[in-house]
């Protein structure tokens, strides 16, 4: 509705100056016109059009500059209107002076012009100086923020963790909290709330599934610590990729990143940024099982070879066992032969307890 009114003003507005146009018309002009009505509704036809057209334009821009808005985070609202205020005020001190300078009375259109001309390039300038250093000037406006938490002392950096998407989505992050091996405060970036969201809505199924389990997770850790998990609404718009402004985010404030993404977890190490992969944390905690160690073990599938039985510990590893496929859908006592680590995880390799000592 807004639209429509917003084009029909310009239609009306331009209808009616070109209907009136013609009074501007040269003296004489109008003498040689036979039907003056016939001209000014055909003058005011063509500025409607023109009119229309312009105000579409108008409403386009609109409607981009206030999802822009929206979009945009509190603090750089914030930055950029007192960047704008303090530009004004520039423009006003600066340009003073210029209205009391004799202009001859032809050339007094000067002063206006250079007073608008002026007032638009320090208020642009005062923006962009914003955008450079808002952070700096949001720690004299609000000293809550996370920066000036981290410069007074109040967020140690050496404790404060940033939570990646997946880590949140794992679920795992809610069990470390409980157990309290996890310390110092968490911060969730606004960008991945936004990725998250965007998970939750996601078309397919099971993503959407995954996202939705991530939001009450990350609910459900808010309001068991909530002064642990602080929401940031930083963002970056000069950076495409969320992994990309989880690293910077953590440069900037001298933080731990915590993921379970793997290239994530090498990409921040090579930018010299701290990381802790819950992946690792799982890897280190299990229990260490040496040749000779003796398991209970349900045997569940036939192995690659027609020989090999396979089953799995409670913490997912893989158990293969030499001469076992006899034993699939039962239980049987087998011994530790050997272990192999490898960037998939851990396998363990053994044999039925009555084989080994044969």
């Known amino acids: 509705m807004l639209d429509a009114i917003i084009i029909l003003s310009f239609i009306l507005?331009?209808?009616?100056?070109?209907?009136?146009?013609?009074?501007?018309?040269?003296?004489?002009?109008?003498?040689?016109?036979?039907?003056?009505?016939?001209?000014?509704?055909?003058?005011a036809v063509f500025a409607a059009i023109i009119g229309g057209a312009v105000g579409l334009s108008f409403q386009t821009t609109?409607?981009?500059?206030?999802?822009?808005?929206?979009?945009?985070?509190?603090?750089?609202?914030?930055?950029?209107?007192?960047?704008?205020?303090?530009?004004?005020?520039?423009?006003?001190?600066?340009?003073?002076p210029l209205f009391l300078l004799p202009i001859p009375?032809?050339?007094?259109?000067?002063?206006?012009?250079?007073?608008?001309?002026?007032?638009?390039?320090?208020?642009v300038t005062g923006m962009n100086l914003a955008d450079t250093h808002g952070r700096g000037l949001l720690r004299l406006i609000n000293p809550n923020t996370v920066e000036t938490m981290v410069a007074e002392g109040t967020l140690k950096p050496a404790n404060t963790k940033v939570l990646d998407t997946s880590c949140i989505i794992d679920g795992r992050i809610e069990a470390l909290l409980e157990t309290g091996f996890l310390e110092g405060p968490i911060i969730v970036p606004q960008f991945v709330l936004q990725e998250?969201?965007?998970?939750?809505?996601?078309?397919?199924?099971?993503?959407?599934?995954?996202?939705?389990?991530?939001?009450?997770?990350?609910?459900?850790?808010?309001?068991?610590?909530?002064?642990?998990?602080?929401?940031?609404?930083?963002?970056?718009?000069?950076?495409?990729t969320v992994d990309a402004k989880l690293v910077r985010f953590a440069q900037e404030i001298n933080a731990t990143l915590l993921t379970n993404d793997y290239n994530l977890s090498k990409v921040a190490s090579v930018q010299k940024v701290p990381v802790l992969n819950v992946n690792d944390l799982v890897n280190a905690v299990r229990p260490t099982y040496l040749p000779g160690d003796n398991l209970d073990l349900k045997i569940l599938k036939e192995g690659k070879e027609p020989s090999q039985g396979i089953?799995?510990?409670?913490?997912?590893?893989?158990?293969?066992?030499?001469?076992?496929s006899g034993y699939v859908g039962g239980e049987l006592r087998?011994?530790?032969?050997?272990?192999?680590?490898?960037?998939?995880?851990?396998?363990?390799?053994?044999?039925?307890q009555a084989s080994a000592l044969a």
Do not use: C, H, W
């Open 311 to 324: 089953g799995y510990l409670d913490d997912g590893t893989m158990v293969v066992v030499e001469e076992g």
């Open 105 to 123: 009375p032809d050339f007094s259109f000067i002063k206006p012009l250079v007073a608008v001309v002026g007032s638009i390039i320090l208020a």
């Open 196 to 240: 998250l969201q965007q998970v939750a809505d996601a078309s397919k199924d099971q993503k959407r599934v995954r996202g939705r389990r991530g939001l009450e997770i990350l609910n459900r850790i808010k309001e068991a610590y909530p002064e642990r998990i602080l929401i940031n609404p930083i963002d970056y718009d000069d950076i495409a």
């Open 334 to 352: 087998v011994v530790v032969t050997s272990a192999l680590q490898t960037s998939a995880g851990r396998m363990i390799f053994a044999k039925p």
């Open 62 to 96: 609109y409607r981009r500059l206030e999802s822009q808005v929206r979009e945009m985070p509190l603090e750089v609202i914030l930055t950029r209107a007192i960047g704008l205020v303090i530009g004004l005020l520039l423009a006003n001190l600066m340009l003073a």
């Open 13 to 43: 507005a331009a209808a009616g100056i070109g209907f009136y146009s013609t009074d501007l018309l040269p003296d004489g002009t109008l003498d040689r016109v036979t039907n003056l009505e016939a001209l000014r509704l055909t003058v």
